[in-house]
């Protein structure tokens, strides 16, 4: 079957969503205090990395980071293969913080109700955002997200492909048809 | 990175790459357990049975608590609760508890091949926490990765293994899974107390404590099973701790940071004395500590689907 | 009643005979053996591409019967012996009762007469419920049929008690089959001690433990100068103490199973409890030992220790199942197969199965001697067959040789003349 992407995002059209989002989040909650920002496992923990350092950039504050893996809180295990499990890493209490879930893609919804849990059990937030590069939709569950770098509508069977660099750095978002 | 086993029945049947993502898998199940809320909703839904028709207070309570942190509903039926007395077989042990439908059924017994017996007879996956002098590959993998997250890798590591191979399940899970992962093994027990053949697994037979702790990484250290001596092993308690009892003198001939490690419980003053039991060198709570993230890692990666015969 | 064998290709090692003849048998006798015998008022059989034999004689088998019916019985033990193309059995005494007495003889022989299609004979025990304390009657058990004694799964561990037996039945020169297995050495064993059983766990039983009894038995047979045959020696120990014994002069004789000969103990991978026997399956070069001793007269017979058992029985843990499995049903075709290897002659295996227990056990069969009675195996050598258990004429269907395709078929077994068994797919 013939393969064809096509680029929806380059670079600098990632930087300027990226740099976006970064003054809606300030906006929105009034500045860094209490401010976390958690990327989930693979490709919304290199995003969020870059958040943080366009929020430092432009509010001279760090925003702690944190990475989860919410492999064991997908509801498809009975269906797939298992998946390696990765570490879940937050160097900081969540108690009463404003999260702001990172995510690369937000397609059906799964993952985010699944990370909603995941943070649910490693404490108690104040609040939590989503903040999404590309929402796909057909989404399956009711979760809305906060921030969104592009809106894509896709069909089922199209795929969207965030790529990075060696550095971790968003490079490409394309759209693959099979 | 697809784990093709259904069953876990001993290291025999992993590969290095197997043996490799349960580590890894099982490093990833650890930061769990150091938080507050130990609980994830992985396996909720999933019926364990843990089947033990042997007596075992640490490996059914590691095994439980690594169930329940996976959210898995999990039912222990033990030797003197269970049918067993009764004069029941196990093919009828097994069937009916089939027909309650658990998912995965953890099973101890003294007959080694039980778990084979098992898994050829029932739909539930097997998991082997010991048969009879056979395998206890959950104990071999916490082994491997209590001296992983030491050593960094298995690889070149010189293995000292001391004790009673013979009636040691533990020993030949372990010999098994330190081979494939490129560790050296070295065996010393008395000659009553070392199979035959067991030179053909790769790993050396000494004959003397020093030599075979010389330059040792690792020291693991036996059980030596009281309840089954007194007959024709072992002239005396005495005696064995003297030539194969571990102490602080003859540990200076291995590294001086060799692990010392036991699967216990420990005999104290037996196979092992009390102050390198407690010394600095021990990392027998880290293996207990291990053994509940492997179990987790363990039961993870059987649970998934599309998975083929072991 | 005439019949007339004709187109085989006779082997009988009793007479050294092997070429192309006809057999002529007249009222259950045989009555010419010669070329191209012409017969009007015969019945003729077409032996053409098969062999024809005297009929096979497997010197231990366990009937079951009295007592556990369930695994086997005097009718399907002999039914499946004809199958195989046996015509004689001797029955081991481990029975329910113990075949220690004369009641018990009279029933196995009057059953066998009455529901039996092959000649049934009887081994009576060494020790009165083969409990290693005291002698059977065995002059009355001789005079009442029993061709042998032995207490066979119990070896004779009380050493006067072994020499009073080999002294007394002297008297009757009737031979002691032994099970030589020092218990006191192979303890709690399941199988050979080795790697295989290092690998998977299991209590080995180290060659020693037979070894270490065969030389109390056979220093015993030369002390009492009487007949001693060891059964399903499996050790290359054995065999060369067993020889060297031979060269020296002393009564021994022995015998292996076919299983014996052709799997090792790698066969108990995957806990299969039908490699499960006593004494254990040993390695390949006990397998070279044997074949040796096969090949040099060291050996005698090759016997099936045919031990049926109920499913039951073999569907457990390794370490509960019990010993033993059938063989009657594939004895032949294991044994050319091994002849087709190389392993020893086809004379030498048929003198194994024919002539070799007649003369231990003073039979006057196993020859097709002009004069002597019909029993007749006729084979097809070359007709290939799978083993499949359920098939089995036996009531039991603990064989390790399931789904193995084999190569010689029983054809036809004639007792006395009459067909007790034959081939219709042939």
Known sequence: MAESNTLILDKAGIRRALTRISHEILERNKGTTDLALVGIRTGGDFLARQLAAMI??????????????????????????????????????????????????????????AAMDALMDLGRPRNI??????DRGHRELPIRPDYIGRNVPTSKDEGIVVEFNEDNAPVSVLLKKN | MAFSHKHILGTAQLSTDDISLILDTAES?????????????????????????????????????????????????????????????????????????????????????????????????????????????????????????????????????????????????????????????????????????????????????????????????????????????????????????????????????????????????????????????????????????????????????????? | MKILIKNGRLVDPSQNLDDNLDVLVDDGVINAIDHDIQSSDADLIDARGMFVTPGLIDMHVHLRDPGQEYKEDITSGTRAAAAGGFTSVACMP????????????????????????????????????????????????????????????????????????????GLFDVPLISHAENFSISGKGVMNEGFVATELGLRGIPWVAED????????????????????????????????TAKARGVRVSCDVTPHHLTLTEEAVRGYNTNAKMNPPLRTAEDLEALYQGLRDGTIDAIATDHAPHHRDDKNVEFDRALNGIVGLETALPLVLMLVDKGAFSLNTALAALTTAPARILSLPRGSLKKGGVADITIFDPEKQWQVDSERFLSKSRNTPFEGWTLKGRVSRTLVAGKTVFQDLES
């Open chain 1, 56 to 113: 430092d950039r432009i509010e001279e504050s760090q925003v702690p980071v944190g990475v989860i893996d919410i492999t064991l809180y997908r509801d498809d295990l009975s269906h797939r293969e298992v998946r390696p499990v990765e570490k879940t890493t937050l160097p900081f209490s969540l108690d009463d913080r404003q999260v702001v879930l990172v995510d690369d893609v937000l397609f059906t919804g799964r993952t985010i109700r």
């Open chain 3, 94 to 169: 481990n029975t329910e009762p113990v075949n220690d007495n004369l009641a018990t003889t009279d029933y196995i022989l009057q059953k066998a007469r009455i529901c039996g299609v092959v000649n049934v004979f009887p081994v009576a025990a060494i020790s009165k419920g083969l409990k290693g304390e005291s002698l059977t009657e065995m002059g009355e058990l001789k005079e009442g049929g029993c061709v042998a004694f032995s207490d066979d799964g119990h070896w004779v561990s009380n050493g006067d008690l072994m020499r009073r037996a080999l002294e007394y039945a």
């Open chain 2, 29 to 310: 199940f650890k930061e769990i357990n150091q938080r507050d809320i130990k609980k994830v909703p992985t396996l909720r839904g999933r019926t364990v049975i843990n089947l033990f028709f042997e007596a075992s207070t640490r490996t059914r309570v590691s095994f439980e608590i690594a169930e329940k942190r996976l959210s898995a509903d999990s039912i222990n039926i033990s030797a003197s609760t269970s049918s067993v007395v009764k004069g029941e077989t196990l093919e009828d042990t097994a069937r009916n508890l089939e027909a309650m439908r658990p998912d995965i059924i953890v099973i101890r017994h003294s007959a080694s091949g039980a778990p084979h017996y098992l898994a050829e007879r029932v739909n539930a996956a097997i998991v082997n926490a010991g048969d009879g002098a056979h395998e206890h590959p959950s104990q071999a993998l916490l082994d491997l990765m209590t001296i992983r997250e030491h050593k960094g890798s298995l690889k070149g590591l010189n293995v000292a293994i001391i004790g009673d191979i013979t009636h040691s399940r533990v020993a030949r899970s372990n010999i098994l899974a330190l081979k494939k992962m490129g560790a050296s093994v070295r065996l010393l027990a008395p000659g009553t107390m070392m199979p035959p053949g067991i030179e053909k697994t790769g790993a050396r037979v000494f004959t003397r404590m020093e030599d075979c702790l010389d330059g040792a990484d690792v020291v693991m250290m036996l059980r030596i099973q009281l309840e089954r001596q007194g007959n024709t092993l072992i002239p005396s308690v005495r005696e064995y701790a003297r030539f194969f009892g571990l102490n602080r003198s003859n540990l200076k001939c291995a590294k001086p940071d060799a692990l010392v490690m036991h699967p216990g419980p420990i005999n104290r003053g037996v196979e092992i004395t009390s102050d390198v039991a407690d010394g600095d060198q021990n990392v027998i709570l880290e293996q207990v500590e291990n053994g509940v993230a492997v179990r987790m890692a363990l039961l993870y990666l059987i649970s998934g689907e599309s998975v083929s015969e072991t």
């Open chain 3, 212 to 243: 270490a009894a065969v030389y109390r038995d056979v220093a015993l047979a030369e002390f009492s100068g009487s007949r001693l045959h060891i059964c399903h020696i499996s050790t290359r120990g054995t065999v060369e103490i067993i020889r």
């Open chain 1, 129 to 134: 955002q989503l903040a999404v590069l590309i």
